[in-house]
């Protein structure tokens, strides 16, 4: 699904992905959702789907176990193509604050990461850092590591300034010219440009929500706008010339 750049349209409600026709795939946001697994049940569009069910202590707001029951239960949808896993569940480095335990979440991403496999689900190891950005090196390795985990490795940091940006663009190109499978993106005003031009550097996934008032992340464009600056930088790489909207 991924050797190709794919944009996800964002949202927490499938009934309104009929109107992501400027998408490749959907990520359905089921921490977000009402009733998500009905919803599922009763979806039957088009596009494929990404699974989502982002824990409070990586900044979403599904809790307890029953998130991993839920995903559980969703890779088995036959449009379900992908499902998000946070790599710090996956390598149970999950933060110290006692309200989740690492060693069972650790086990429990490992089980769902297997069951997707063996359904033909690719699996996208997450990590978000609201704080900040590393330095490039650190990217670089979070990105080795997050693709080790998964098939796809998503980095989603935070940019104070255009450095942090250019750092996220420059371990973006290393870790593609390395074989890596990644998603990168800079939350933020000063790192929004990037969820544009992380593609030219080898950025397979963009994510952008369907409706423009329900960002689910800092910085995301509205989706018909990322769709046109994405092809547009893209096909200017390609080809050598200036982008439409530069002329």
Same mark, same amino acid.
């Given at each position: 699904m991924f050797e190709e750049f794919v944009l996800a349209a964002s949202t927490d409600t499938l009934e309104t992905a009929a109107r992501a026709d400027a998408a490749d795939v959907v =990520?359905? +946001? %089921?921490?977000?959702?009402?009733?998500?697994?009905?919803?599922?049940?009763?979806?039957? #569009? @088009?596009?494929? $789907?990404? @699974?989502?069910? !982002?824990?409070?202590?990586?900044? #979403? =707001? *599904?809790?307890?176990k029953d998130r991993y029951d839920a995903l559980s239960e969703a890779v088995d949808h036959p449009s379900v193509v992908a499902v998000d896993i946070e790599l710090a569940a996956l390598t149970g480095t999950l933060p110290a604050d006692g309200s989740t335990d690492a060693a069972t979440a650790q086990s429990r991403a490992s089980a769902l990461r297997s069951q997707a496999r063996e359904a033909g689900v690719e699996v996208i190891a997450s990590v978000h850092d609201f704080e900040a950005t590393p330095v490039v090196d650190e990217l670089v390795d979070l990105l080795a590591t997050a693709t080790a985990a998964g098939d796809v490795g998503k980095l989603a940091t935070t940019a104070r300034d255009r450095g942090d940006a250019l750092a996220m663009l420059h371990?973006?190109?290393?870790?593609?010219? *390395?074989?890596?499978? &990644?998603?990168? %993106?800079? %939350?933020?005003?000063?790192? +929004?440009?990037? !969820?544009? &031009?992380?593609? &030219? /550097? #080898?950025? @397979?996934?963009? /994510? *952008?929500?369907?409706?423009?008032?329900?960002?689910?992340?800092?910085?995301? /464009?509205?989706?018909?706008? $990322? +769709?046109?600056?994405?092809?547009? $930088?893209?096909?200017?790489?390609?080809?050598?010339? +200036?982008?439409?909207?530069?002329?």
């Open positions: =990520e359905f +946001r %089921m921490d977000l959702a009402s009733d998500p697994l009905d919803q599922l049940a009763a979806y039957e #569009g @088009v596009l494929p $789907l990404i @699974v989502t069910n !982002r824990a409070a202590w990586e900044g #979403g =707001e *599904a809790d307890g371990a973006t190109n290393q870790a593609t010219a *390395a074989g890596h499978r &990644v998603a990168t %993106m800079c %939350m933020g005003e000063p790192g +929004r440009h990037t !969820r544009a &031009v992380a593609p &030219v /550097y #080898g950025s @397979v996934i963009g /994510y *952008a929500p369907v409706v423009a008032a329900e960002a689910t992340a800092p910085g995301q /464009y509205p989706l018909d706008t $990322l +769709r046109r600056l994405v092809d547009d $930088l893209r096909g200017a790489a390609e080809t050598g010339n +200036r982008p439409e909207t530069e002329r």
